[in-house]
Nanobody
Framework: QVHIVESGGGLVRPGGSLRLSCAASGVTLNTFGVSWFRQSPGKERSWLSC????????MYEDSVKGRFTISRDNRWGTVYLQMDSLTPDDTGVYYCARNLRVLSACTNSPSDYGDWGQGTQVTVSS
């Protein structure tokens, strides 16, 4: 059975930074494209960023472009999301998921992804 685990969330002041991690058991993420998503209070879960299996293709949603950086270390089967210049609008539960439709690719369609974890809470507040 596949379990995806997100970690690294917390409370941070506006302008601060956090680094989220995404790992899996039951499968190695190394051969899959992975995306990060965010569900803000009162809103639906939305796609933020993806990285292909090799790291050769990366995409960002416009609101996080230039502030968030996705990366992966396939030695450890882990995908990261470095978040800088955080604002209160970045508050939410952050999820990662692997691409189940196009497998190794980086795609920005939420329906391509699955095996959702519990998420990690990020709160940006002064």
């Amino acid at each position: 059975q596949v379990h995806i685990v997100e970690s690294g969330g917390g409370l941070v002041r506006p302008g601060g930074s956090l680094r989220l991690s995404c790992a899996a058991s039951g499968v190695t993420l190394n051969t899959f494209g992975v995306s990060w998503f965010r569900q803000s209070p009162g809103k639906e879960r939305s796609w933020l960023s993806c990285i292909s299996a090799t790291g050769g293709r990366i995409m960002y949603e416009d609101s996080v472009k230039g502030r968030f950086t996705i990366s992966r270390d396939n030695r450890w089967g882990t995908v990261y999301l470095q978040m800088d210049s955080l604002t209160p609008d970045d508050t939410g539960v952050y999820y990662c998921a692997r691409n189940l439709r196009v497998l190794s690719a980086c795609t920005n369609s939420p329906s391509d992804y699955g095996d959702w974890g519990q998420g990690t809470q990020v709160t940006v507040s002064s």
